[in-house]
């Protein structure tokens, strides 16, 4: 028995020793956070501090400087993030993670955001250029002067490839695509929506909310009353049952900002709050830091949110302005109907038929041969796929192709004119500099130091003429340009010095008349979050920092409480709830659904019972759209509008599905929804919605590789907030940061990220501002004290 000890003995050391040899590597691959450094193109010394949650505090002699700083900086925290952006971009996931990425390159491939990059980077002024090259100079610096390759790249037996300047165009890209989502799918569906319900109908089911809207012009719509005819077949009839039959009530659960002007404040100062709302994960979007610089005699001094990969400060503060976004959900795309000829090679234009462009894409794929993938393109942009027949075949007539135009694709959809806005000096100067920024489309709050605040848009905006409906695909074969151009600056939307001190976005209708035809419906929010803040900042006749981060907590279930009322006074009835057993269920109704708070059970019975009920009136349109490749959630239609209008009619004729009546379609929501959350929890009072709605911010590699998920992912609890409230937490989506700032006062301000500023899992920074941002609490919106100090020298 000697032998066997004596060989388990060997092999436990033999593990400890490979045990510690990972440690080793691993901790040789994080990143140096004291002593000296050679950064070969600096130009004079640059300085790195950290403090005790890593937030970075960049100083150099120039702006190049800070951006090769901040590229060394951003490499060795979060390369595997950037890389995974610029590959996202380009297509170019497979060559990475292997063949089971490649349906996913090819449907990037479609816009050639690699080759985009190329020619916009080559367009942008001498000084953009040079800070783009300057910050891909320092990411590989700062690369490799790690001891070791990320970890990441230890799991997946790649090297990471060097950084290129367009490689930040392609994670701006990245941002396109993910704030810009539709990419012509909706324009189909309202295509497919038109063709199979009357005009009335079609007006009914896609109007703007005039229950729910807060506009900044206090522009408002009317409600399109309840056509006279019956329910059409299309909302009626099953013909495809869906297999996701879920509504969503916009294109995104986007974001919020909002600011008051000095004479709102406590003590004379203009505030500007701004929390985006993106997926989370982790590492999470936004990396913090402080840049510090000269300009000759004049110096800057800017804080905030950067974004890995690029050199710029998205959000944050120079001391003269603060700013920050949200997402427009305008229409910023078009989808052209394409009349091809009978061999499908030539499309018309103008009555001359045209050569559609074929350009042949080479997937690379890790472990296996490369892929060679076709993308065609005409004049008015790539050739998307179509709404597909239940058995495959195409909806449209043959001969009919799709193309996408898209601002996206345009060399004005991309420049670093952002860069403006950090030493931009107050509002009339950041109005005028944000015009013709490439940008996905932002709703831009701006407060200054003299106590003024602002809204635009920022990102280019087309010119378009023509009277065709530019919701849904469009006939441009007569030749006769539709989009002309893009808007100057005197023409771009604003806003500033509002009467009443106050503005506020939440990805809703942000103005009416013209301007509304101007900006087009990309999928607007319903309107109730914008119109929580807004009611919130008009009830308080004055605030400081503290007051504008309470209301970004705000989780109070407004919305929902017509949903309550309507469960109370017209479904729960003595004799429904005696018969089925739900006095339980009442009761929790009448006591939890307030507010969507971590232990409310009543408020998931609600929003569940509203979710079934709108899934059950739309799940006739939501499987004909299926049965065409395309999803309920693809239109620009919010089911709370018109569904909640038919509910309030209740009349027999509109009745959707199966159902005898409105009684029994609501009574049939309410058992089902509560039977799949007993179903799910095993009892009533374990279903609470912060079971339901958990944290979720994990590593992209922990999904792939469950076993590492304690060690990648973050702290996951359940959370207060939901989509149509301030604080917004959907089951993986939420507030990306929460920032709230007056420019000259930093030192008073907040800025907190989920998780951390590193992607490093070993590193004290990887969970660094993680517990803070769970609890709601605040953290200081300039850096702390400096607990780390590095030096980089030429």
């Known amino acids: 028995m000697r032998w066997l000890w004596r060989g388990l003995l060997g092999l436990g050391v ?48 120039s702006r190049p400087d800070v951006a090769r700083a901040l590229g ?9 993030q950037m890389d995974l952006m610029r590959r996202n971009a380009a297509g170019e996931l497979a060559a990475l993670v292997g063949a089971k990425a490649v349906p996913v390159d090819k449907g990037r491939r479609v816009h050639r955001f690699r080759a985009r990059a190329e020619v916009a980077l080559a367009a942008l002024p001498l000084a953009e250029q040079q800070l783009l090259e300057a910050y891909a100079a320092g990411v590989n610096a700062g690369l490799a002067a790690l001891g070791a390759r990320p970890p990441e790249y230890l799991l997946l037996r790649q090297l990471p490839q060097p950084w290129l300047p367009a490689d930040s165009l392609l994670v701006a890209y990245g941002m396109y695509l993910d704030l810009q989502s539709a990419q012509g799918r909706d324009d189909l569906a309202m295509g497919a929506l038109h063709a199979s319900v009357p005009a009335d109908w079609y007006a009914f089911l896609t109007q703007h909310s005039a229950d729910w809207q807060a506009a900044l012009d206090d522009s408002r719509v009317s409600a399109v009353p309840l056509p006279a005819g019956p329910l059409p077949d299309a909302l009626r009839v099953v013909t495809t049952a869906c297999r996701d039959c879920s509504p969503r ?69 120079n001391g003269r302005i603060a700013w920050g976004f949200t997402n427009t959900t305008s229409d910023w795309a078009d989808v052209v109907t394409l009349r091809l000829n009978a061999a499908g090679t030539h499309y018309l234009s103008g009555g001359v038929e045209k050569p559609l462009r074929r350009v042949a894409e080479r997937i690379d794929v890790a472990g296996a041969d490369a892929v060679n993938h076709e993308v065609l393109e005409s004049e008015w942009g790539p050739l998307i796929a179509g709404a597909r027949a239940a058995d495959g075949g195409p909806v449209a007539p043959a001969g009919v192709a799709y193309a996408l135009r898209w601002v996206a694709h345009d060399p004005q959809g991309m420049n670093l004119r952002l860069l403006g806005l950090e030493t931009a000096t107050g509002v009339d100067d950041a109005l005028q500099r944000a015009a013709g920024v490439g940008v996905p489309h932002q709703n831009l709050l701006v407060a ?111 919305f929902l409480q017509r949903w309550r009322q309507l ?35 009543g408020y998931l019975l609600v929003r569940a019972f509203r979710e079934q009920t709108l899934q059950q009136v739309f799940a006739p349109l939501a499987g004909r759209l299926e049965g065409q490749g395309l999803k309920l959630r693809d239109l620009k239609l919010v089911p709370e509008t018109p569904g909640w209008a038919l509910i309030q009619a209740a009349r ?34 374990a279903a609470t919605w912060g079971a339901d709605n958990p944290t979720n911010a994990r590593h992209p590699l922990s999904q792939a590789v469950p076993a590492l998920s304690g060690w990648l992912d973050q702290a996951s609890q359940g959370m207060a907030g939901d989509a149509h409230m301030p604080r917004l937490h959907n089951r993986g989506h939420g507030q990306s940061e929460r920032m709230v700032v007056s420019p000259g006062h930093e030192e008073q301000g907040l800025l907190v990220i989920p998780g951390g500023q590193s992607g490093h899992p070993l590193s004290p920074f990887y969970r660094g501002d993680h517990a803070t941002w769970l609890a709601g609490e605040a953290l200081p919106f300039l850096p702390g004290e400096a607990r780390y100090r590095l030096v980089l020298r030429p």
Do not use: C
């Open 652 to 685: 027999p004729d509109t009745v959707p599905g199966a159902f005898k009546g409105w009684p029994e379609l609501l009574q049939q929501a309410v058992l089902i929804s509560r039977a799949a959350l007993l179903k799910k929890y095993g009892s009533l009072a």
């Open 249 to 317: 009530d916009s294109r995104d659960i986007g974001s919020n900002n909002f600011a008051v002007d000095a004479a709102r404040s406590r003590d004379g100062r203009a505030l500007l709050a701004d929390d985006m709302h993106l997926g989370l994960r982790s590492p999470g979007t936004w990396f913090k830091a402080r840049m510090r610089w000269k300009n000759g005699t004049q110096s800057h001094d800017v804080a905030g949110a950067t974004l890995p990969g690029t050199p710029l400060l998205i959000v944050g503060s």
């Open 14 to 61: 033999l593990a400890a020793l490979l045990a510690l040899g990972l440690w080793l590597v691993l901790r040789a691959s994080l990143a140096q956070l004291e002593g000296e450094q050679r950064l070969g193109a600096l130009q004079a010394p640059a300085e790195l501090q950290r403090d005790a949650r890593g937030y970075v505090t960049l100083t150099a002699e």
């Open 448 to 558: 200054d130091a003299s106590g003024r605040i602002a809204w635009t848009v920022i990102g280019a905006i087309p010119r378009r003429t023509g009277r065709e409906d530019m919701d849904r695909p469009q006939d441009w074969s007569d030749g006769q340009p539709r989009w002309q151009g893009y808007l100057d600056t005197a023409s771009q939307p604003r806003l500033a010095d509002p009467a009443d001190g106050r503005l506020w976005t939440a990805n809703a209708r942000m103005i009416g008349g013209d301007t509304l035809k101007l900006l087009g419906n990309g999928g607007y929010d319903l309107g109730a979050r914008g119109q929580q803040i807004r009611d919130r900042l008009r009830a308080q006749a004055q605030f400081d920092e503290a007051g504008l981060h309470d209301i970004q907590l705000d989780h109070r279930a407004l």
């Open 72 to 80: 060394f900086v951003h490499a060795q925290e979060r390369f595997f």
């Open 567 to 601: 469960l109370l006074t017209r479904v729960l009835t003595p004799e429904f709830v005696a018969a089925h057993g739900l006095a339980d269920y009442r009761a929790e109704v009448e006591r939890s659904a307030d507010a969507a708070r971590p232990d409310a059970v």
